[in-house]
Each structure stands twice: as structure tokens, then as C-alpha cells.
């Protein structure tokens, strides 16, 4: 079944928190816990736990020299509002589903890339449910756009819109699995298993026994937002997905605008990163 939402969301100071703190802890995580580290063993060098899980999480965060001189930088170089497009994503599939259709996303795209100033590759999410019978696969992509066109051309006209992503992703399976495969592969053991089942079950073409819920989230604002238009082809042609799913989540600010909203989230991420005394 076919799923297409509209939420509006009221951007406020603890909500921008939440996701800021939310963002730095994705950003800063590892695959280790900071306790479990031998400080011991190098104490006599001056090493630190506190210290470097501090370090980890400064260097984590990419500076933006646009905003800090007060200018607005670039839509497609502005890394802080794709990763905002992604953490509302995850969040929406993770938590604000009922319960029953939530989604298990065991490792973010945001915590696992090369550099903190650009995007990660390939998909912005890969999650899970899973019954006695069968695994979903969640293939998640987020867009941000302020385009006055409706939909915008994010949604089904560029090369690397919502659209065509997913008509890929279901026209060829094998490229699937490579995605699948890559992150699977970074997951620990009962993840793995799973994300494994689903692997073997599409190299296998055992269709009865997993499916697809291909994820899109657009974030808009209340300048730019129709919920009559902006669904687009994934809408209008969701039968070329079938037997798998199409859910599409519009996520739209109700009164600030994107660029607004992405200057509070940059500017809270930083204070919370910024030593007290500077």
C-alpha cells in the first residue's frame, strides 16, 4: 500500500535543540564506547577519554565560513540542510510512525561518512521491519527545496530526483543488493542478520518473502508547500512500484522558511560545541 503524508511542523527553540543534539550525536558517533578505552595504558602521555570524545565531536561538526561572516551559502554546497533533510527523514520513519510501522535504521549515513562537510554516497537511509514471516527493506531519500515550482524539480525532474532514484533502485535489484551489501557490512551481528536474510531473499528473487518501502521525504515550507502538487510522479505513477511501496512524507515548516530554520539548527549545533570560555 501506497503511503503519501503531509506533516506540518512549528519550528520552536527546543525543537531546533532536539535536533541539534540529535545531529551531534550522530555525527560523533563510534563504533566504541569512550569507557571501554585503556586510558591506563597511556596515562603517563596525558590521554584522556573525556577529552577525546570532546575532540571527536569538535572535528566532527564542519564549519560553515559563509554563516559565521553572516551570508547564506548555496543550497547545493549547504551541507547543514541536507543533513537537516536527513535527520528529519530518519526521525520520521524511526519515531513519528505509529508503532507497528516503524522502522529500524541501525547506522545514520550522517555518522558513518568521510568528511563532515560533504554528503555521504548512496542512499540517505537503509532500515528494516521485520515479522515471523518476512523482512521490509526501507530505501530512504531526502530532499530540501524552497523552489516555487510545484512539485519541484527535486521531486521528479532532475536526474537524481526522488523519481528516478527509486525507478532505479527497482528496475535493477543487483544494485540493490550492492547497497545492501556495503552497508550490511558495517552493522553489528543481530543488524547484520537481518539486512543478511534480506540480501539472500533478493539474490533469490523470493519476492513472497521481502519487500520494499521505497522512503521519500521532501522538506518545504509554508512559502512553497501544495500538498495537491508536490507528491509529483510518485504519486501520480506509484503503480510502476508495485508490488512494492511508495511512502512519501512532506515535512513543511508552518512558519519559519528553510533557510531560517537551517540558520538556527547550524547556530545551535555550534553553541553546543563551543567551549564555555571562548
Known amino acids: 500500500m501506497h503511503t503519501f503524508k503531509k506533516l506540518d511542523i ?119 521491519q521485520l515479522d515471523d514471516t518476512s523482512v521490509k527493506i526501507l530505501l530512504g531519500e531526502a530532499k530540501v527545496s524552497a523552489a516555487k515550482e510545484n512539485p519541484p524539480s527535486v521531486v521528479d525532474s532532475n536526474k537524481d530526483s526522488l523519481y528516478a532514484t527509486h525507478k532505479n533502485y527497482h528496475e535493477n535489484p543487483p544494485i540493490v543488493i550492492q547497497r545492501l551489501t556495503e552497508y550490511c557490512k558495517r552493522l553489528n551481528p543481530k543488524d547484520a542478520s537481518i539486512l543478511g536474510l534480506a540480501i539472500i531473499l533478493i539474490n533469490n528473487n523470493e519476492s513472497d518473502r521481502y519487500s520494499i518501502t521505497y522512503g521519500c521525504t521532501l522538506i518545504r515550507d509554508y512559502e512553497c508547500v ?19 511501496s511508495v511512502h512519501f512524507s512532506i515535512l513543511s515548516f508552518s512558519n519559519k522558511t528553510i533557510d531560517e530554520t537551517v540558520d538556527e539548527f547550524y547556530h545551535k549545533v555550534r553553541e553546543l560545541i563551543t567551549p564555555k570560555d571562548e
Open 10 to 128: 512549528r519550528v520552536f527553540d527546543a525543537l531546533i535543540q532536539k535536533f541539534a543534539e540529535k545531529y551531534l550525536e550522530q555525527r560523533s558517533y563510534a563504533n566504541f564506547n569512550y569507557a571501554d578505552l585503556d586510558g591506563k595504558l597511556f596515562s603517563d602521555v596525558g590521554f584522556n577519554t573525556d577529552e577525546l570524545k570532546k575532540i571527536i565531536t569538535q572535528n566532527a561538526v564542519a564549519i560553515d565560513l559563509k554563516r559565521e561572516n553572516g551570508e547564506q551559502p548555496q543550497a547545493v554546497r549547504d551541507i547543514f540542510r541536507s543533513d537537516l533533510g536527513e535527520l528529519l527523514m530518519t526521525y520520521y520513519f524511526e519515531e513519528k510512525l505509529p508503532d507497528g510501522e516503524r522502522f529500524v535504521i541501525p547506522l545514520k549515513n550522517i555518522s558513518f561518512r568521510e568528511r563532515s562537510d560533504m554528503p555521504g554516497r548512496g542512499l540517505d537511509a537503509i532500515g528494516y
Open 226 to 244: 501544495d500538498e495537491e502538487k508536490d507528491f509529483g510522479k510518485l504519486k501520480n505513477n506509484s503503480v510502476e512500484f508495485e508490488p512494492n
